[in-house]
């Protein structure tokens, strides 16, 4: 019995379908071209240089990334914002940004960065020590600024070009450069804690790495407060793009 | 001699009373009408707001055909603030293509929450959001209908929230465009009594819609190259602002560093305008692009064209970014409403464009205010006498603000609150 409804629906259903399809098609009236286009605007200087060759795809992954965060990242961030308290929440905060010292460092190393890599070095000790293994900062309240830097900026002062747009899952924008130098920085990362092997005792190494890369995720995601599509604005991806690559120059000039 | 000594002496222990009694002058900053709008109220001159405000985005679904290029479109978006006990209800109207939660809302929202208010804020039927999901028409513009719309949407927001809160009557409020509309909705209630507004405020708002766009849009005119060269005209300023961040020793661009290159005098008059011209025209663009795509209207995307995702709208953001509010009024906005009623001349629309449509009502209702700024400079010569006119002592007019950038200033706001409060009381 069962097997027959289950028969009638999808035929039905199928039935629909095309039947929908062949009136969509009806409707379909040919293109009028539009009162005004972009060839008229032409004489201006164009704002955006970013070089977005995949466009297309790039879109999609923006597509993606806002369902991600819809139906999976946001609901997880907002259950753990609700159920940790902030004090706590921003330990977890401190405990990654203090690790992501280490990246900051050996990348200032590289780009011969003698007063940031001080800084930063100093930032490490300071609030491993005094911060109780980086859950406070310290450093902070000294005056010293935390720094940025990554493979991706280490390649940009070695010369490499930006190379295109590249919108990542989950991560987000990027280009083709800067998701190189995450991928860089990750493998350094990787390398340093299977040398260390700090779980290799507890004969559960690899759920507890997986439940610290997975808090890792979601402290990133909780500290980050752009939402996909918030501003309402239909043309949010570009403004996105723009904003993206200028914060980038800016930072390089830093 | 000694007593005149002591009168003296008396006299000089006075003068700090007598400093502190002139502060009746109003003492917000910034002289400049453009750099007033750009950078609004420094930090430490707003009022101090402890705890936090239990502020919620919520959705009014709609289930309605729209483009696929607006699939993360769900309904319309709007922001509110509840209290826990029987308080006062205030809506708030956002300024032109502002969403229910952009930096000036949120300013009102969390101070008329303190002033123990239950607020819903609403996007300006300008907003795409509003476009797509509250619009009537999709063509947004129209006084009455946009007010029409909102009355609808504050109805229906009303129905979902009333469960949740209670509520001991209702205000309304809205700044910039959303000003002039607040005047329109109440208009509206004053037939309809759904709310009964007992007070509504306008902040800044326009007179003649326009008057306001034409004054706007005549900021470009002192840029190089004029209007036709906003592209260049920005990257421009850009390069300018980046120059300045890499001489100085800026951590972000953040307020800090747009009052450093204010102090700094970094850009001058033409440009600052100009700034305030090209955000007018980013958020037109948006405007422009999702009335386009709502009613295939044919303006700037082709008339039947089903546009995925995955297209590329770059070139109708540069189309649309090159459009004036004047254009979008007279190649789309009066045709559209001509072809729905064509008796109607282009001067009668325009006509209805302005709050000199209802004057008898806003001369006579006592339950509607106005607060703006003698340097604002959406309006035309004449029209804050008109306002005066109109509004006699329920008007506020500031020396300075320009564009709302007073709006979050102390003495604005306690203002905004006494004037909405006694009649809570």
């Known amino acids: 019995m069962s097997r027959y409804i289950i028969r009638v629906s999808i035929t039905l259903g199928l039935a629909l379908y095309l039947t929908g399809c062949a009136a969509n098609n009806a409707y379909l009236a040919p293109e009028i071209p539009p009162m005004h286009t972009v060839g008229e605007f032409g004489d201006d200087e164009s704002v955006s240089r970013t070089n977005d060759p995949w466009e297309g795809f790039n879109k999609s992954m923006y597509k993606f990334n806002y369902q991600f965060d819809r139906f999976v990242f946001l609901p997880i ?133 997986t439940g610290i890369t997975a808090l890792e995720a979601v402290d990133l995601r909780h500290r980050e407060k752009f939402r996909y599509y918030e501003s309402d604005y239909p043309f949010e991806y570009y403004m996105v793009r723009y904003l993206v690559s200028e914060k980038r120059e800016l930072n390089i000039l830093r | 001699m000694k007593i005149t000594g002591c009168v003296l002496i008396a006299f000089l222990l006075l003068l700090p009373g007598i400093a502190s009694a002139d502060d009746a002058v109003y003492r917000y900053p910034i002289d400049d009408s453009y750099a007033a709008t750009i950078l609004g109220t420094p930090q430490n001159l707003r009022t101090e707001l402890s705890g936090k405000v239990p502020v919620q985005t919520l959705t009014l679904k709609t289930d309605l055909e729209k483009p696929d290029i607006f699939f993360y479109d769900h309904g319309l978006r709007y922001t509110v603030a509840f209290q826990d006990r029987k308080a006062p209800l205030i809506f708030l109207i956002a300024g032109t293509g502002g969403s229910s939660k952009s930096s000036r809302m949120l300013a009102l929202i969390n101070n008329l929450y303190h002033a123990g208010f239950h607020v819903v804020a609403l996007p300006s039927p300008t907003s795409s959001n509003f476009i797509i999901n509250a619009s009537t028409s999709h063509v947004p513009g129209n006084l009455t209908d946009d007010a029409a719309d909102l009355y609808q949407a504050m109805e229906q927001i009303w129905r979902v929230s009333g469960e949740r809160i209670e509520v001991s009557d209702f205000y309304l409020a809205g700044y910039s465009l959303g000003g002039t509309e607040a005047a329109f909705v109440a208009k509206l209630d004053e037939e309809r009594k759904v709310f009964d507004f007992r007070r509504v405020m306008m902040i800044n708002p326009a007179v003649s819609l326009y008057n306001s766009v034409t004054k706007i849009e005549g900021l470009l005119d002192g840029i190089p190259g004029g209007p036709r060269r906003i592209g260049a005209f920005f990257n421009q300023v850009v390069a300018k602002s980046t120059d300045f961040y890499r001489k100085g020793d800026y951590v972000a661009v953040d307020d800090d560093f747009l009052y450093a290159a204010y102090e700094a005098q970094l850009l001058n008059r033409n440009e600052t305008g100009g700034l305030i011209a090209v955000s007018f025209r980013i958020g037109s663009a948006g405007m422009i692009f999702t009335s386009d795509a709502m009613t295939n209207g044919g303006y700037v995307i082709p008339k039947h064209k089903v546009l995925k995702n995955s297209d590329s709208l770059g070139d109708y953001l540069w189309t649309c970014l090159h ?25 009668e629309l325009i006509g209805s464009l302005s709050l000199k449509k209802i004057e008898d009502y806003l001369t006579a209702s006592n339950r509607i205010g106005v607060i703006t700024n003698e340097d604002d400079f959406i309006l035309a010569p004449g029209e804050i006498d008109y306002l005066r006119r109109v509004f006699g002592s329920r008007i506020k007019v500031y020396p300075s603000g320009g564009h709302l950038g007073n709006l979050e200033y102390r003495d604005n706001m306690a203002f905004l609150i006494d004037w909405l409060r006694p009649a809570t009381r």
């Open chain 1, 77 to 209: 961030v907002g259950a753990y914002e609700a159920a940790v308290p902030e004090v706590a929440q921003s330990g977890v905060s401190n405990f990654f940004s203090n690790i992501g010292e280490v990246r900051t460092f050996y990348n200032c190393l590289l780009q011969a960065k003698g007063k940031k890599s001080l800084v930063t070095l100093g930032r490490f000790l300071a609030n491993s020590t005094i911060g109780i293994g980086g859950l406070f900062d310290p450093a902070s309240s000294f005056g010293w600024r935390q720094q940025h830097e990554t493979f991706g900026t280490t390649l940009e002062t070695w010369g490499v070009r930006t190379g295109p747009y590249l919108v990542l899952p989950v991560l987000g924008p990027s280009t083709v450069r800067d998701a190189g130098g995450f991928a860089v920085d990750a493998a350094v990362r990787w390398e340093v804690v299977s040398s260390i092997d700090p779980f290799g005792g507890t004969g559960a190494r690899s759920e507890i790495e």
């Open chain 2, 323 to 347: 459009l004036s509010f004047l254009d979008y009024f007279n190649e789309y906005y009066c045709p559209h409403f001509q072809r729905v009623r064509p008796e109607l001349t282009r001067d």
